[in-house]
Nanobody, 127 residues
């Protein structure tokens, strides 16, 4: 069972950048598709971005496409979410999630598609 730990959240002004990291404990990390989700107070959790095994496929939601980028480093068991041009609506708790896919190269958008979740890291964007 993989354990996920997010880091890198914080307070930033609008237009600024943050890089979130998701570190995993499993030596077979490369077998997992990794997704990032976020949840703002009073709102449902929403998909942000995902990356397949091998990094061959990535997907980002319409609201962050062109501003956020997802990358993985399997040697370090880490997936990073680079967030640029941040806006106040980006304020939320950010969660990474993992699904073991045995290198199928697919990305997934749904919460229910993922089996393991981290505890989250808070991102606050001030105007």
């Amino acid at each position: 069972q993989v354990q996920l730990v997010e880091s890198g959240g914080g307070l930033v002004q609008a237009g600024g950048s943050l890089r979130l990291s998701c570190a995993a404990s499993d030596r077979t990390f490369s077998r997992y598709t990794i997704g990032w989700f976020r949840q703002a107070p009073g709102k449902e959790r929403e998909f942000v971005a995902a990356i397949s095994t091998g990094g061959r496929e990535t997907l980002a939601s319409d609201s962050v496409r062109g501003r956020f980028a997802i990358h993985r480093d399997d040697a370090k068991n880490t997936v990073n979410l680079q967030m640029n041009s941040l806006k106040p609506p980006d304020t939320a708790g950010y969660y990474c999630a993992a699904r073991e896919t045995a290198y199928n190269g697919r990305v997934y958008l749904g919460e229910k598609d993922y089996d393991y979740w981290g505890q989250g890291t808070q991102v606050t964007v001030s105007s």
